[in-house]
């Protein structure tokens, strides 16, 4: 999973973990970090195995870096399930966007999600 450190990420990364599922925990900032080993805690507790990985979602480099830490939790060598959560949430009106404001959201938004694709 992308960003699984809170709200409906961390939830769903929890439940998954429930549900008997091996579970990839991403963050992106050294505050992401603490937010989640708590994440982790939950999902060890649930009986799960879990990798708590430091990830963009809008580079490839760590698209794949994602990709390879969720196949080592894997026994069967494969991901069955894949649930990208990341997205930026900022915003501003039309008339005051950038390119540079565009690229940020849509590589994190869309390049990010149909990149998985590659791997």
């Known amino acids: 999973m992308t960003e699984t450190i809170r709200g409906i990420g961390a939830g769903i990364a929890i439940d998954l973990a429930k549900r008997g599922a091996n579970v990839l925990v991403n963050y992106t900032s050294p505050r992401g970090a603490i ?3 708590e ?12 990798a708590l990985v430091q990830a963009n979602a809008a580079l490839l480099s760590d ?12 026994a069967s060598g494969k991901i069955d399930n894949l649930v990208h ?9 039309m ?3 950038t390119e540079e404001f565009y690229e940020s959201q849509t590589d994190v938004n869309l390049k990010g999600r149909e990149s998985f694709g590659l791997f």
Do not use: H
Not at 39 to 50: F, Q
Not at 67 to 72: F, I, N, R, Y
């Open 39 to 50: 994440v982790v805690k939950e999902i060890e507790d649930a009986g799960s195995k879990v």
């Open 63 to 74: 698209l794949r870096k994602l990709v390879e830490a969720a196949l080592t939790l894997s």
């Open 95 to 97: 008339e005051n966007m």
């Open 85 to 93: 959560n990341a997205a930026t949430g900022d915003d501003c009106y």
């Open 35 to 37: 937010a989640g080993e």
